[in-house]
């Protein structure tokens, strides 16, 4: 099984400012990785899968990057309505599909 | 537009079993699997496990064999989870998603529409 490993747990940033977010596979993923937003009492959004596909309605502030075992997910200028917790997962060995533990994006 | 529509909160006690329904609608029920995904309280995401809603073939996690089924009712456009001999540690956030891919008989994609969630509490 592919652990998936997310860093920082917690990242705090300032609106307006970029937010960079990390993900590591333990072997290589190549690009078949998403991430996800969740908010408080929501399910997960689907952001970006392939590594760096937009999914739909998803703004370009939001991009993502990477392949084989290295991932970014990258918030170019925060609004208010960024700040939750985004998981990546990886579903190129599969079964199981695994995601990693999140990371919780806060306003400092 | 596509939705899910999961079926409400549970509580159950220890040893019993719970069934959690998934209602799609906005797309055709066939042409994507559905998996599920669960979130214990504070915690990550867990993947459970997979079905086709083509052919009904499954796949689930290790941990969970054994314990769950997942079924389709293509007549209702309804997903099923049941989870057997349930323990405290089965308490969380259940979740239906869906293939973000055209599917048949393989589940290994991302998910790109999610059910609301079923809180099933276990508790004596």
């Known amino acids: 099984e592919i652990v998936m490993t997310q860093s920082p747990a917690t990242l705090s940033v300032s609106p307006g400012e970029r937010a960079t977010l990390s993900c590591r596979a333990s072997?290589?993923?190549?690009?078949?990785l998403a991430w996800y937003q969740q908010k408080p009492g929501q399910a997960p959004r689907l952001l970006i899968y392939?590594?760096?596909t937009r999914a739909t309605g998803i703004p370009a502030r939001f991009s993502g990057s990477g392949s084989g075992t290295e991932f970014t997910l990258t918030i170019s200028s925060l609004q208010s309505e960024d700040f939750a917790v985004y998981y990546c997962?990886?579903?190129?060995?599969?079964?199981?599909?695994?995601f990693g533990q999140g990371t919780k994006l806060e306003i400092k | 537009q596509v939705q899910l529509v999961q079926s409400g909160a549970e509580v159950k006690k220890p040893g019993a079993s719970v069934k959690v329904s998934c209602k799609a609608s906005?797309?055709?029920?066939?042409?994507?699997?559905i998996s599920w995904v669960r979130q214990a309280p504070g915690q990550g995401l867990e993947w459970m496990g997979w079905?086709?809603?083509?052919?009904?073939?499954?796949n689930y996690a290790q941990k969970l064999q054994g314990r769950v089924t997942m079924t389709t009712d293509t007549s209702t456009s309804t997903a099923y989870m049941e989870l057997r001999s349930l323990r405290s540690d089965d308490t969380a956030v259940y979740y239906c998603?869906?293939?973000?891919?055209?599917?048949?008989?393989?589940?290994?994609?991302?998910?790109?529409?999610w059910g609301q969630g079923t809180l099933v509490t276990v508790s004596s």
């Open positions: 998603a869906r293939d973000g891919v055209y599917s048949g008989s393989y589940g290994g994609y991302y998910f790109d529409y």
């Open positions: 072997q290589s993923v190549s690009s078949n």
């Open positions: 906005g797309y055709t029920f066939t042409s994507y699997g």
């Open positions: 392939g590594a760096s």
């Open positions: 079905i086709s809603a083509y052919n009904g073939n499954t």
């Open positions: 997962q990886q579903y190129n060995n599969w079964p199981p599909n695994t």
